[in-house]
Every structure is written in structure tokens, then in C-alpha cells.
């Protein structure tokens, strides 16, 4: 109804309906603007996206996966040290996940997580 209603006025270029076709058009653009940033459709996942994946914003996730890949390539178990609880150090690094923080640059960069979140994620038990 909404999208007949809005053709009739544009077509009859009724000018006293002007404020209804421009709030029309407003609402409309509102509608798949909300329904494109908050209403995800179901997918089917690839096996290598982990579970804790599916369902957050494309861009998230590609940016958790390029870093858990390299978490998997660069760090082991035996480069994490357990500090206090919630905190670690890996390599150089110092995260803590009680104040959702890392030391290094990529994640004052992107306030995302990084490869030194992965790796304990990938590693720790209990994390």
C-alpha cells in the first residue's frame, strides 16, 4: 500500500501531498536502512568461521579470522604467560581481558580483537 501510494502522488505531481510523499520516501529509505544494518539473514557458515563468529558484522569477522589465522601461525602455548587472572603476557605483548585491552599497535589501531587475544583464546583454557 505504502509503495502504491507513493507512485500515485509522484506520477500526479500533486504538490499540496508534497510533505506526505517526501515523509513517504523518508520512512521507506529509514525501513532498508534498519533492515540492511540490524536484520541478519541466516547463512551458512564455512567450517573455518568459529561459532562465536556467526551472526556479528561482515567486517568483524573477517577482521577476527585474518587475526586468529595468524595467532595460529606465530604463537603456541608455551609463548603465554598467565599473569593475574584475566591477564597474560604473550611475547611482548601484555593483554587483559579485565579491562578488554592489549598493549600492542594493531589493537590501539582498530580497538578489535588481535592476534594476541586469539592466541590465548586459541591456547587458554577457560578464556
Known amino acids: 500500500m505504502t509503495t502504491r501510494v507513493y507512485i500515485e ?23 532498508s536502512k534498519h533492515k540492511k544494518n540490524n536484520i541478519t539473514e541466516l547463512k551458512a ?3 573455518d568461521i568459529p561459532s562465536f563468529l556467526h551472526g556479528r558484522p561482515p567486517q568483524f ?8 589465522e595468524k595467532a595460529a601461525m606465530e604463537f603456541n602455548k608455551n609463548d603465554i604467560e598467565a599473569m593475574e587472572p584475566g591477564c597474560f603476557k604473550i611475547k611482548k ?8 585491552n592489549c598493549s600492542c599497535r594493531d589493537f590501539y589501531r ?3 580483537i588481535c ?8 591456547y587458554e583454557d577457560g578464556v
Open 45 to 47: 557458515y564455512n567450517n
Open 110 to 112: 582498530h580497538q578489535f
Open 9 to 31: 502522488l509522484d506520477q500526479n505531481h500533486n504538490h499540496s501531498a508534497l510533505p506526505i510523499h517526501t515523509m513517504l520516501k523518508h520512512t521507506i529509505h529509514i525501513m
Open 61 to 68: 569477522v573477517k577482521h577476527v579470522a585474518i587475526r586468529l
Open 115 to 122: 592476534k594476541h587475544y586469539c592466541a590465548i583464546v586459541l
Open 93 to 100: 605483548e601484555t593483554v587483559d581481558f579485565n579491562a578488554l
